[in-house]
């Protein structure tokens, strides 16, 4: 049997060549990632992306610039603190996520052929639990 290490390193591996087979040339991973997470959240600081991303704000800054000039997001003042910038996605960044998602209902596809329901809402428990578990651990070194 396989290690868990073993395990997780190849699913990666597979989703990676999933998002490669379904991702615009046009965009690279990290860009891809920050309009996802607009889309999830409607509107960020770059401080809370930067942090939600595991990247350096000197990173997330180059990558918002290339999206803003790309027309994919918009930025303004924030309200609470007007020395940072509020990070929207606009219509056309909406537009191209919805045409990669049409490809990443292919996971969706394969999963349900492959697993019962009962498997299904096992993996979605494991997969939320570990991905949260991930999350938390870089917010908190990030405190």
């Not at 990070?87 to 292919?106: F, S, Y």
Request: charged share 25%; hydrophobic share 40%; glycine share 4%.
């Amino acid at each position: 049997m396989d290690s868990i290490n073993d395990v997780l390193i190849n699913l990666q591996c597979e989703l990676v060549a999933e998002r490669n087979r379904v991702n615009p040339k046009e965009i690279n991973w990290l860009q891809y990632d920050i309009l996802h997470l607009l889309s999830q959240q409607k509107w960020q600081l770059p401080s809370e992306m930067s942090t939600s991303l595991g990247i350096s704000r000197t990173k997330l800054s180059k990558a918002l610039k290339v999206l803003k000039q790309m027309g994919y997001i918009t930025q303004k003042p924030s309200e609470m603190d007007g020395r940072e910038l509020v990070t929207l996605l606009t219509d056309a960044g909406q537009e191209l996520l919805d045409g990669v998602e049409i490809g990443h209902n292919h996971l969706s596809v394969v999963a349900s052929k492959l697993f019962t329901e009962e498997e299904q809402t096992q993996l979605a428990k494991l997969v939320n639990q570990l991905s949260n578990a991930l999350r938390s651990e870089r917010m908190r070194v990030h405190e």
